[in-house]
């Protein structure tokens, strides 16, 4: 297990003490360390002797963040934490067992940190437009919820994968610095021919966006940056160039429908669209890394515009934004 951490003094403490008291010990417990500068690492590794500390030098972002502790891990399985997750004391357990043959990703039901409203049962990906959305979001976790749901992608928040897939796909893909990096994955273990699926018996709260918000106190708007750039890459290294080309536009196009809705401020506007000039920048990374997906084998093409339109409908109605 791998617990990623920049400056989680606020949360880490809870996290990991969710971890010890889980029904099934994970074989090794690895705290990757992004060059915090709140002792956090230190006070975990006190409280906390089992864990293992890895410190990188520089915080090397989500992705190369985890790779760091992949690396070091033996497991067959491995499991991905943010360090603002508190476990349920069978999450982990539950997680495993639904990790039947032919799955290749598993998360759980996770809720916002009061417990009371769902942050994600895993998520859609439209490829048409380039849209995702967290499922569920918002609704009452009491509420009927299907027990093993197959779905598009698993958030990192917290995510069982198969070493098997890390070793034939590759690690996370470094250039996710955050946002991204989970959608990415879940579209390599499909092309594996692997499933995605979320169990609601696993369950966890989580505090959402910790670190980010910790990081857009110097860097205003990083997350919307990272977010957009990110996926704006991820298209054209992962969809078939015309879904590439509509995504894009699509993107550039829900300018309007963030601004009448969510009345965005003009600086979302030249955010994103320097998100954009940033990924074309990058275009010969992207290329590179569509090489390196095409050989994992084909991604098939499933749209989910109706998905997506009850989707829109909902948070303009809520005016309450989340994809």
Same mark, same amino acid.
């Given at each position: 297990m791998i617990?990623?951490?920049?400056?989680?003094?606020?949360?880490?403490?809870?996290?990991?003490?969710?971890?010890?008291?889980?029904?099934?010990?994970?074989l090794e417990i690895i705290l990757v360390d992004n060059n915090s500068t709140d002792n956090s690492p230190d006070e975990a590794e006190r409280l906390f002797p089992e864990l293992r500390v890895i410190r990188n030098p520089k915080n090397l972002g989500?992705?190369?963040?985890n790779n760091v502790g992949i690396r070091s891990?033996?497991? &067959? %399985?491995? $499991?991905? =934490?943010?360090?603002?997750?508190?476990?349920?004391?069978?999450?982990?357990?539950?997680?495993t067992d639904n990790l039947h043959d032919g799955t290749g990703i598993v998360g759980g039901l996770i809720c916002y940190s009061n417990g009371r409203k769902i942050w994600a049962y895993g998520g859609r990906f439209?490829?048409?437009?380039?849209?995702?959305?967290?499922?569920?979001?918002?609704?009452?976790?009491?509420?009927?919820?299907?027990?093993?749901?197959?779905?598009?992608?698993?958030p990192g928040a917290l995510l069982l994968v198969r070493r098997s897939i890390l070793d034939?796909?590759?690690?996370?893909?470094?250039?996710?610095?955050?946002?991204?990096?989970?959608? &990415? %994955?879940? $579209?390599? =273990?499909?092309?594996?021919g692997y499933s995605v699926i979320v169990a609601s018996s696993a369950l966890a709260n989580h505090m959402v966006s910790q670190s980010v918000r910790k990081l857009e106190q110097q860097h205003e708007l990083?997350?919307?940056?990272?977010?957009?750039?990110?996926?704006?890459?991820?298209?054209?290294?992962?969809?078939?160039?015309?879904?590439?080309l509509t995504s894009t536009v699509f993107q550039v196009a829900f300018l309007i429908f963030e601004i009448l809705i969510f009345r965005r401020q003009n600086s979302y506007i030249r955010v994103k669209i320097t998100a954009l000039a940033h990924a074309l920048e990058d275009l010969d990374k992207a290329r590179e890394a569509r090489t390196?997906?095409?050989?994992?084998?084909?991604?098939r093409v499933r749209f989910g515009f109706r998905d997506l339109i009850h989707t829109a409908r909902s948070r303009a109605n809520s005016r309450k934004y989340y994809w």
């Open positions: 617990i990623l951490n920049y400056n989680g003094a606020s949360s880490l403490k809870q996290c990991l003490e969710s971890i010890r008291f889980q029904s099934y010990s994970p989500f992705a190369e963040g891990s033996s497991g &067959d %399985l491995v $499991l991905l =934490a943010n360090n603002d997750v508190v476990l349920e004391p069978n999450a982990i357990s539950s997680m439209d490829l048409a437009t380039g849209m995702h959305w967290h499922l569920l979001q918002g609704m009452n976790p009491q509420s009927s919820v299907q027990k093993r749901l197959e779905v598009d992608y698993v034939q796909a590759g690690l996370l893909d470094p250039y996710f610095f955050l946002y991204g990096d989970d959608i &990415d %994955l879940a $579209l390599k =273990a499909k092309r594996l990083l997350g919307y940056y990272m977010m957009n750039r990110n996926m704006f890459y991820l298209y054209f290294v992962q969809l078939p160039i015309p879904l590439a390196r997906v095409k050989k994992i084998g084909q991604i």
